[in-house]
């Protein structure tokens, strides 16, 4: 069983929609991250939050916009989306102490499709 | 900035037997983790083994074991008595410890285990 859960599992949204992912951990985890996934092709790193706090920003374009309300909860709201943004989109998470052993702990994506 | 390579896009093995998936990175870092992670059609990625950069014993678990050569910063995974289950995408991931966390992937090769 996944212990770090992504909502919904598909999206399916239009050009000029909002929409918002939504991931969860209960691992005490203080590391979370975005990536995005297109087929047949590996993890690309979008953002990381380490301490609630945006840590990294892959010069993301600004149409996808993080937020970490507290430790356990990341979103990734989405406006204004293009086509080419259709992929999967993973969450994961990570301890953030000294000596750990930096392994990510995936979710298991939102589908998304923008038409 | 590492850089992972996996110049194997697509392999496959007969049921039971033991494939060998190849991994190379760059780096000038001299302490570090090295993961293999799998990701079946179902599509969460999952961790299938891990290595620290200054651990001299190569990493196993179970069927899957590492090749680990620092000085030619190679990474090799063995699968011992393939199964079914282990179709999937595999990617070699690098990440540098007590930094942001910010783990980077290879392309991937897709291992398929006929039967």
């Known amino acids: 069983d996944t212990e770090v859960t992504q909502t919904p599992k598909h999206l399916v949204m239009g050009m000029t929609n909002k929409k918002s992912l939504k991931c969860e951990q209960h691992?005490?985890?203080?590391?979370m991250y975005w990536y995005k996934q297109k087929a047949k092709k590996p993890p690309e790193l979008m953002f990381v939050y380490s301490y609630e706090k945006l840590s990294i920003n892959e010069s993301v374009p600004s149409r996808f916009s993080p937020e970490c309300p507290n430790s356990s909860l990341l979103n990734l709201h989405l406006h204004a989306l293009q086509p080419e943004d259709s992929a999967l989109y993973l969450c994961?998470?990570?301890?953030?102490?000294?000596?750990?052993?930096?392994?990510?702990?995936f979710g298991e994506g939102s589908r998304l499709t923008v038409l | 900035a590492q850089t992972v390579t996996q110049s194997q896009p697509e392999m496959s093995v007969q049921e039971a037997e033991t494939v060998t998936l190849s991994c190379t990175y760059d780096t000038s870092e001299s302490n570090y983790y090295l993961f293999w992670y799998k990701q079946p059609p179902s599509r969460q990625m999952i961790l299938v083994i891990r290595?620290?950069?200054?651990?001299?014993q190569n990493a196993t678990e179970n069927r899957f074991s590492v090749n680990f050569q620092k000085a030619a910063k190679s990474f090799s995974l063995k699968i011992s008595d393939s199964q079914l289950g282990d179709t999937a995408m595999y990617f070699c991931?690098?990440?540098?410890?007590?930094?942001?966390?910010?783990?980077?992937f290879g392309a991937g090769t897709r291992l398929t285990v006929k039967p």
């Open positions: 691992m005490g985890h203080r590391a």
């Open positions: 994961a998470s990570s301890h953030r102490l000294a000596g750990a052993s930096g392994e990510l702990f």
């Open positions: 991931a690098f990440m540098k410890p007590g930094g942001l966390n910010d783990m980077r």
């Open positions: 290595q620290e950069a200054y651990k001299q």
